[in-house]
């Protein structure tokens, strides 16, 4: 990795993410609350209403945006809808018109800038796409035009298969995704060329790029080195062995196998315990990645469902919340979140902002915010803490309570009924006393120099801890 990579890669570990479906957030010009939310057609959201509403954001605490797919998609009404989301790319040449013009993207980008936050953009690789079974018009495409820069017209069978998934299409005959050859040296300068000049052009921070196991390998090193950002790669799986060998292609991976954990302890019944969270998540995830400090860690993005539609319990949830924050990684919330949106399946996890008034006295929106605020300020007083790996401090069935630099944290999967009580051995320097305050309730802990040091804590009505050394609480 070339030293700019590494420096583009360190400026994103502070970062707290919130990640935009652009035509599901805000209008370019005035809030329209009872405008239609949900569906599968274009809805109005651009990238003026994205700029428009950036004191939202930074309001909630986030420090950069990712944004949907930016390029020129198919205009067919489907049986699945139109290309809202930005996935079933045309022209890579050209910009989405749904969502506003290259001078509003570059403006865009150029305000996100101003207040000191990043811009990562996702881009898609892998394919082009077709409406319907019949024929290909290739010439629409730009600028692959010819039938003989695509795979041959074969859906992906077994999605553990790497050849089945380098090769084969996704989709089906609704619609179907041209799986572009990528392995070809001609397709690789395009693609080469076209992401140095995309960068350079609107000049984003990062690249979030999409089913990444769907491109041969080899592809990705020199395309990440020509874009010259930060780069995740969408690994859709949950083994994080898979996951960890396309780690020795680009610089980190969405964390599928912490997501799928999480979903197991806490969302799903019965749920897994926490020893075998531990176990799963952690320990087993540091022996295949090789460092998981950089991993884009998620609870909720736009192709799983919200942990709301598989739990009704608060105290759950926000244990989800607090892993999502505290954990090794770079936390990124998908937007609704803050509003506690309930969504399913696609495209009910998809839901248009604005049917929340954008309301920052949300419950949600203040725990979050106190949270990703937390976070932040411990990033300031400490600067080891994205690189520090968490260290165990207690581990049963019920509860898992881990140390990162400035702050102790207890993840609770009782649920909303059950009460804990138990010691936690923490490390105190001679002649002092380290002083905590659970930054919900604001109780303070004390742990004076001993053999060995604990704070006794009882987990009630199974919500989580954050207990954060005095000196680090944000005034």
């Given at each position: 990795?070339?030293?700019?990579?590494?420096q583009?890669?360190?400026?994103?570990?502070?970062?707290?993410?919130?990640?935009?479906?652009?035509?599901?957030?805000?209008?370019?010009?005035?809030?329209?609350?009872?405008?239609?939310?949900?569906?599968?057609?274009?809805?109005?959201?651009?990238?003026?209403?994205?700029?428009?509403k950036?004191?939202?954001?930074?309001?909630?605490?986030?420090?950069?945006?990712?944004?949907?797919?930016?390029?020129?998609?198919?205009?067919?009404?489907?049986?699945?809808?139109?290309?809202?989301?930005?996935?079933?790319?045309?022209?890579?040449?050209?910009?989405?018109?749904?969502f506003?013009?290259?001078?509003?993207?570059?403006?865009?980008?150029?305000?996100?800038?101003?207040?000191?936050?990043?811009?990562?953009?996702d881009?898609?690789?892998?394919?082009?796409?077709?409406?319907?079974?019949?024929?290909?018009?290739y010439?629409?495409?730009?600028?692959?035009?010819?039938?003989?820069?695509?795979?041959?017209?074969?859906?992906?069978?077994n999605?553990?298969?790497?050849?089945?998934?380098?090769?084969?299409?996704?989709?089906?005959?609704?619609?179907?995704?041209?799986?572009?050859?990528?392995?070809?040296?001609?397709?690789?300068?395009?693609?080469?060329?076209?992401?140095?000049?995309?960068?350079?052009?609107?000049?984003?921070d990062?690249?979030?790029?999409?089913?990444?196991?769907?491109?041969?390998?080899?592809?990705?090193?020199?395309?990440?080195?020509?874009?010259?950002?930060?780069?995740?790669?969408?690994?859709?799986?949950?083994?994080?062995?898979?996951?960890?060998?396309y780690?020795?292609?680009?610089?980190?991976?969405?964390?599928?196998?912490?997501?799928?954990?999480?979903?197991?302890?806490?969302?799903?019944?019965?749920?897994?315990?926490?020893?075998?969270?531990?176990?799963?998540?952690?320990?087993?995830?540091?022996?295949?990645?090789?460092?998981?400090?950089?991993?884009?860690?998620?609870?909720?993005?736009?192709?799983?469902?919200?942990i709301?539609?598989?739990?009704?319990?608060?105290?759950?949830?926000?244990?989800?919340?607090?892993?999502?924050?505290?954990?090794?990684?770079?936390?990124?919330?998908?937007?609704?979140?803050?509003?506690?949106?309930?969504?399913?399946?696609?495209?009910?996890?998809?839901?248009?902002?604005?049917?929340?008034?954008?309301?920052?006295?949300?419950?949600?929106?203040?725990?979050?915010?106190?949270?990703?605020?937390?976070?932040?300020?411990?990033?300031?007083?400490?600067?080891?803490?994205?690189?520090?790996?968490?260290?165990?401090?207690?581990?049963?069935?019920?509860?898992?309570?881990?140390?990162?630099?400035?702050?102790?944290?207890?993840?609770?999967?009782?649920?909303?009924?059950?009460?804990?009580?138990?010691?936690?051995?923490?490390?105190?320097?001679q002649?002092?006393v380290?002083?905590?305050?659970?930054?919900?309730?604001?109780?303070?802990?004390?742990?004076?120099?001993?053999?060995?040091?604990?704070?006794?804590?009882?987990?009630?009505?199974?919500?989580?801890?954050?207990?954060?050394?005095?000196?680090?609480?944000?005034?």
């Amino acid at each position: 990795m070339s030293s700019t990579l590494q420096q583009s890669t360190q400026r994103w570990k502070p970062q707290c993410i919130y990640q935009i479906l652009t035509d599901r957030f805000a209008f370019s010009d005035e809030d329209h609350p009872k405008a239609p939310s949900t569906g599968r057609m274009y809805l109005g959201g651009t990238w003026r209403g994205i700029a428009r509403k950036l004191d939202y954001i930074q309001d909630l605490g986030c420090t950069a945006i990712w944004i949907s797919p930016i390029v020129k998609n198919i205009e067919d009404v489907t049986g699945y809808g139109q290309g809202y989301h930005g996935y079933w790319a045309q022209d890579l040449l050209d910009v989405n018109p749904h969502f506003g013009t290259k001078q509003d993207l570059i403006d865009l980008v150029q305000q996100v800038h101003d207040r000191n936050m990043l811009c990562m953009v996702d881009i898609v690789v892998n394919h082009m796409a077709h409406a319907g079974s019949g024929e290909i018009d290739y010439s629409k495409y730009r600028p692959f035009k010819s039938e003989a820069d695509y795979h041959p017209r074969r859906y992906v069978q077994n999605y553990d298969d790497t050849i089945d998934c380098e090769t084969g299409w996704l989709g089906d005959d609704t619609v179907g995704l041209l799986d572009i050859r990528t392995e070809e040296p001609r397709v690789q300068a395009f693609f080469q060329d076209w992401i140095r000049d995309l960068v350079q052009t609107y000049h984003f921070d990062g690249l979030r790029i999409d089913t990444v196991k769907h491109v041969h390998r080899e592809f990705y090193p020199p395309f990440i080195e020509a874009s010259k950002v930060f780069t995740f790669g969408e690994v859709f799986h949950g083994d994080p062995r898979y996951v960890g060998d396309y780690l020795q292609y680009m610089p980190s991976s969405i964390n599928y196998p912490l997501y799928y954990q999480i979903r197991k302890a806490f969302a799903q019944l019965p749920r897994i315990s926490m020893k075998e969270f531990y176990d799963k998540a952690v320990l087993e995830a540091r022996a295949y990645i090789p460092d998981t400090t950089i991993l884009g860690n998620f609870i909720e993005n736009h192709d799983v469902p919200r942990i709301l539609s598989m739990t009704s319990d608060s105290s759950l949830l926000l244990n989800t919340l607090v892993a999502l924050m505290y954990l090794d990684g770079i936390p990124i919330v998908f937007q609704g979140q803050e509003q506690m949106f309930v969504g399913g399946d696609d495209p009910e996890n998809r839901n248009a902002l604005w049917s929340s008034h954008y309301d920052t006295t949300h419950f949600m929106f203040s725990v979050l915010s106190k949270m990703i605020h937390v976070r932040q300020s411990l990033i300031r007083k400490f600067p080891e803490f994205c690189n520090t790996l968490s260290r165990c401090l207690y581990l049963d069935n019920h509860n898992y309570v881990f140390e990162r630099p400035g702050c102790i944290v207890c993840l609770c999967n009782g649920g909303s009924n059950s009460v804990f009580k138990f010691p936690v051995t923490v490390s105190v320097e001679q002649g002092s006393v380290a002083r905590f305050m659970d930054i919900w309730t604001e109780e303070i802990f004390e742990a004076a120099p001993s053999s060995p040091s604990t704070l006794n804590l009882i987990v009630d009505a199974g919500l989580p801890k954050v207990l954060v050394h005095l000196s680090s609480i944000p005034r």
